[in-house]
């Protein structure tokens, strides 16, 4: 499907033409439902990020829900115009400037099974669940094993089952999980602990398109960073307010 898309990609950037503003009558963004950041009743950091940005311009904001890498096949098929977030890109696809969300991810695991927290020697060699494309190595400062799985709800059951070392994830995705889970277990008996800190950006195809809303996006983002608009969204959410002006 990859080899398909890029294939489609690399037609469609050959035939692009210059996109101004005013041809811009809808944005369209796409990721997953995320409990706080896109929730399915149109609220959520993400979606009242984008509604503030392109509102300076007088543009909606339309979102499609689908799994993360649907979501950036919908970005390399010109179908979607970003997704949000992540904090690395896939070539051609690219990320913006300026993050929406900056935090720490933590690892949940079982304290029977990996004993003390000793800090990141603690993950060396492990096998570390995450969701497709949410993790790698290079999130870790110590050699591990990432496996990929489905949803959040399924490493945290194989976490409770004691069939697999950790997962991994942000503080807010676990607690969500946490919620989902149909499985009985003991609070007490596990643990939550921070891995490591990271930036999420929206990601951009490169068409001309692409580039203009990718950048009408970093000009919003700085204009209304700048006007204060900003951080009370952030706020609403206690969510950590980025540090925009170290970009």
């Not at 033409?17 to 997953?32: K, L, N, Q, Y």
């Not at 921070?194 to 919003?220: C, D, Q, S």
């Not at 700048?226 to 540090?243: E, N």
């Amino acid at each position: 499907m990859k080899k398909i898309a890029l294939g489609i990609f690399m037609v469609m950037t050959l035939i692009a033409s210059p996109c101004p503003a005013s041809e811009i009558d809808e944005v369209i963004s796409a990721s997953p439902s995320w409990d706080s950041f896109t929730n399915k009743d149109g609220t959520g950091l993400y979606h009242e990020v984008l509604r503030a940005v392109f509102s300076l311009y007088g543009i909606p904001v339309r979102h499609t829900y689908s799994k993360s890498n649907r979501s950036e096949e919908l970005v390399l098929l010109s179908l979607a115009d970003m997704m949000t977030c992540d904090d690395k890109a896939t070539p051609p696809l690219v990320l913006a400037r300026y993050p929406m969300y900056e935090n720490d991810y933590y690892v949940f695991f079982k304290k029977s099974r990996i004993g003390p927290w000793r800090g990141e020697e603690t993950l060396r060699g492990m096998e570390i669940l995450s969701q497709p494309t949410f993790y790698s190595q290079a999130n870790f400062n110590v050699p591990v094993r990432i496996k990929d799985v489905l949803t959040g709800e399924q490493a945290l059951s194989m976490i409770i089952l004691d069939r697999s070392d950790f997962y991994v994830d942000d503080l807010n995705l676990i607690r969500q999980s946490m919620r989902r889970n149909t499985i009985p277990f003991r609070r007490q008996d596990f643990d939550v602990q921070k891995a490591g800190r990271r930036a999420y950006f929206p990601l951009f195809n490169v068409t001309e398109r692409g580039k203009h809303i990718k950048r009408m996006y970093e000009e919003g983002i700085v204009r209304l960073h700048r006007q204060g608009k900003l951080k009370p969204i952030y706020d609403k959410w206690d969510f950590q307010y980025p540090d925009f002006d170290s970009y």
